[in-house]
């Protein structure tokens, strides 16, 4: 289990998150939406241990993070964020296969399962090209892959017995992606989920987090404001709620499945 | 499943490049050893050695054992000892600040260590007396050690915002701390008398000169934690390339490495400061040709920048020595033609983006 309880983080003096209590539990993908600035990012990093409350906890298996050593945690839990800066030229396989290390594995199979992973996002033929060269969403997807080859390392080291779950926080998988490889990158996490790792994802598409999440939690102003099946949490008042937008949430084509038109919104102009 | 990787190429290249590396060392290791100011060729000085190794010194013609073995062996050494530092340093501290443009030589590191080595042979002399006599060959490393050290931390601080280590921020901080520790070093040459002078003259321009065994001994203690360290933060500095942030979620205690590599690079800058004064942009020049050569990957880097660094300042000694013979040139100012038109290259190359 990766439990935030009622914590509270502030960032240079500014409090972003107050009183969140979140659970991410195996088996299941949570989709965080929220507007810009909500703290959705922050959430991610303290669940991420990087980032400590200054009120509440936040724990791995009830052991505060702050307490685990950063190689520990390496091996329970990996970490896509935003678009990094790259500082030297790196190719896309060496950049996986410092998940891979990061997990666990030795350097040969580190390096073999870095193909794996970048085969798993569509990037079979790019392994030694420098990430430098590589588009912006193809980058995105190497740091996909970094994280996939991180947890799946650690699982194949099988420490704890190999019973203890894994997680995959992601910061806005899909940001920068075609259409095609947003609704792949989501499969991808949801295939993880069906593994047993814990899935965590920022998401700004809500149609997608509808489509791929089991719960969907939702941030506004630093705290959570919905948490739960989309079935049951988006509606008219979760959308107004969450983003401030007056928006009909409509139903079908799949029965009982929510989905949001931004072409319904009032026309642009100055609120 | 998991077939042999063509991927695998990175890495056997990287230890072909320290096997490269080593040969490389050794010949110029030998070329340094037989070219010189007295006329002693290759043959002469392999059969020197040959016969220094296998017979002991007494067997040899005593100028020939003084040239081969008081001057130039201990001589080589200095250089490989110093440029291995230097070269080492230079590609720890890259990886450090996530930029190929940090090195020790350009962004006050080095004239932080040598100001303090100054300091010390100037007002030292009064203060000589009162210190024990075996500290004599330590000193000058140790001072300019917390020189090279305190450099760095001003650099790391005023450089670093929120987090972040601006290369602009870097650059100029480095450009003003040189500026500052230069002027501070020349108002201490203005009160040196003539004798004090003349061994401050080497420590702005840098020379192996007058090279000895325990100059390299007293050297080598502050060169060695960085030496062992290195192994170890490899994959720290790897993982730090991808940002400060990512390298905590690969299981690196950023933290850790950051003081780790700062405190080592400064020891190690430091002692070559002491026994060789200010030689600059070995420690750009080696990491810089490597990464083009083999791969940015720090396994192979940190070894092979180690080895590079030391071959070319042996060359560099070399040229410094028979360019003008029998007069010699200042190693510093040698390096410097070779590496600041690299370093201009480099900042050519990344104009667009400085600014940032």
């Given at each position: 289990m990766l439990d935030a309880v009622d914590c509270s983080v502030s960032l240079g003096g500014a409090p972003v998150l107050s009183g969140v209590t979140l659970r991410l539990g195996p088996g299941e993908v949570v989709a965080v939406v929220g507007a810009n600035g909500a703290g959705k990012s922050t959430l991610l990093r303290l669940l991420a241990g990087e980032i400590a409350p200054s009120a509440g906890a936040a724990c791995l298996d009830g052991r505060p993070l702050s307490t685990l050593h950063p190689r520990a945690l390496a091996r329970r839990r990996a970490v896509m964020s935003q678009a990094s800066q790259l500082a030297f030229s790196f190719t896309a396989a060496e950049i996986v296969a410092f998940g891979a290390e990061a997990g666990g594995a030795p350097r040969r199979l580190g390096e073999a399962l870095a193909r794996r992973a970048l085969a798993r996002v569509?990037?079979?033929?790019?392994?030694?090209?420098?990430?430098?060269?590589?588009s912006g969403g193809q980058a995105q997807r190497v740091h996909l892959a970094r994280a996939l080859a991180q947890v799946e390392a650690a699982e194949r080291r099988g420490e704890d017995g190999g019973a203890a779950p894994r997680f995959l926080l992601l910061d806005e998988p899909t940001a920068s992606l075609d259409l095609r490889h947003q609704l792949h990158a989501l499969g991808v996490a949801r295939a993880m989920a069906a593994r047993g790792l814990g899935v965590l994802a920022i998401l700004h598409d809500l149609n997608l987090a509808i489509r791929a999440a089991d719960r969907i939690v939702a941030l506004a102003g630093g705290r959570i404001v919905a948490d739960g099946a989309p079935a049951e949490v988006v509606d008219d008042g979760f959308v107004a709620r969450v983003y401030g937008l007056t928006l009909p949430v409509g139903r079908a084509p799949t029965p009982g499945i929510p989905f949001i038109l931004p072409q319904s919104a009032p026309p642009f102009a100055p609120a | 499943m998991l077939a042999p990787s063509p991927a695998a190429r990175p890495r056997r290249l990287g230890r072909a490049s320290v096997l490269v590396g080593l040969v490389l060392l050794a010949l110029a290791a030998f070329a340094s050893l037989s070219l010189g100011a007295a006329g002693l060729g290759p043959a002469a000085v392999a059969r020197a050695l040959g016969t220094a190794l296998g017979e002991g010194r007494a067997a040899l013609d005593p100028t020939t054992a003084a040239i081969v073995l008081d001057i130039r062996l201990p001589r080589a050494g200095l250089a490989i000892l110093v440029g291995a530092a230097l070269g080492l340093s230079g590609a720890v501290m890259q990886g450090l600040f996530r930029n190929p443009l940090a090195d020790p030589g350009l962004v006050g590191v080095s004239s932080g260590a040598a100001l303090a080595a100054v300091t010390v042979i100037v007002l030292g002399r009064e203060t000589d007396a009162l210190l024990a006599p075996g500290l004599g060959p330590h000193l000058l490393p140790v001072a300019a050690f917390v020189g090279g050290l305190a450099a760095t931390l001003v650099l790391k601080r005023l450089a670093t915002v929120s987090g972040r280590t601006s290369v602009t921020a870097m650059l100029l901080v480095g450009i003003a701390l040189t500026a500052l520790f230069g002027a501070l070093t020349g108002l201490l040459v203005f009160v040196a008398d003539d004798g004090q002078l003349r061994e401050l003259t080497f420590w702005t321009m840098g020379g192996l000169g007058g090279a000895t065994w325990v100059k390299a001994f007293g050297a080598l203690p502050l060169m060695l934690p960085l030496a062992c360290a290195a192994p170890f933060m490899a994959r720290g500095l790897n993982a730090a390339a991808l940002g400060e942030a990512e390298a905590f979620h690969l299981g690196i205690d950023v933290e850790r490495l950051k003081r780790l590599g700062v405190l080592a690079v400064a020891a190690s800058v430091g002692a070559a400061v002491a026994v060789s004064g200010i030689i600059g942009f070995v420690g750009l020049l080696a990491p810089h040709l490597l990464r083009v050569a083999v791969g940015p990957d720090h396994r192979a880097l940190l070894p092979a920048s180690a080895l590079l660094g030391a071959t070319l300042l042996l060359l560099a000694d070399l040229g410094a020595r028979t360019l003008v013979a029998p007069a010699e040139l200042p190693i510093g100012i040698l390096t410097a033609c070779l590496g600041a038109p690299v370093f201009l290259w480099l900042v050519l190359k990344r104009r667009a983006t400085l600014g940032a």
């Open positions: 569509d990037l079979a033929g790019c392994e030694n090209r420098p990430v430098s060269t590589l | -």
